[in-house]
């Protein structure tokens, strides 16, 4: 993924490009001035907003090599697997460094704990406390980068987030207006588009969510092949901002009906 990618997030971009593409491409910039940059950052907001998508764009500006876990499958039921995969991928990012670390749901790794109690929760644990040992043991100007995204930045652990680890939090909020205007020219760079009014079409998004904007120009594209069509008009993306947005509603509604 590139830049050119990311729509709609301009201010998140500079920020991003600030804390982990400028020390990585230009780290004597910062021991001349005689600061050290952020380890890394946190991004958070409501799911598909793009955090993913800047981490994998801010890797192939920098060549990084891009190293993506889930939270969730750090968390092993087998007794220190948790913290030996933790161990393991740092020592990898360090080997192919210049390296971005990207841990995606964070949470469910580096959640407030109120009981360790379980041999399961004991176990989370251990592997948070081996993920923090492995943030103190970096140095500022190391070239490996750490990224971290969360849609729950309430229940996050404060020592996550304390001075010295991931202390750079960053929000990747809904798009505004213009932004969902700059995420639908992205999407339909490469579709065949007939009489479409983008400005009409981007007004009956609002309040959609990048992903739900993609999803959107596929489902679109979806309704013209149904129809034998090789050109997407306005029509098949109405009808298709009405299917993304009922099947947002039914899955909110399973959620609060099965957790």
Known sequence: ESWKEVGGLRNVIQEVKE??????????????????????????????TGKTLLAKAVAHSTNATFIEVVGSELVQ?????????????????????????FIDEIDALAAM?????????REVNRTFMQLLAELDGFKAL???????????????????????RLDRLIEVGLPTDKGITEILKVHT??????KVNSTKIAKEMSGCSGAEIRAICTEAGYFAI???????????????????KVEEE???EHKDLFG
């Open 226 to 244: 149904r129809d034998n069509r090789s050109s997407v008009n306005e029509e098949d993306f109405m009808s298709a901002i009405i299917k993304v």
């Open 189 to 194: 760079r490469n579709m065949n588009l007939t």
């Open 250 to 252: 039914q899955d909110i």
């Open 142 to 164: 190391d070239n490996v980068k750490i990224i971290g995204a969360t849609n729950r930045l309430d229940i996050l652990d404060r020592a996550i987030i304390r001075p010295g």
């Open 113 to 121: 704990r109120m009981d360790t109690g379980t041999s399961g929760e």
């Open 77 to 101: 039921k087998f007794i220190g697997e948790g913290a030996k995969l933790v161990k393991e991928i740092f020592a990898l990012a360090r080997t192919k460094s210049p390296a971005i670390v």
């Open 19 to 48: 804390v982990i593409e400028l020390p990585l491409k230009k780290p004597q910039l910062f021991k001349d001035v005689g600061i050290k940059p952020p380890k890394g950052v946190l991004l958070y907001g409501p799911p598909g």
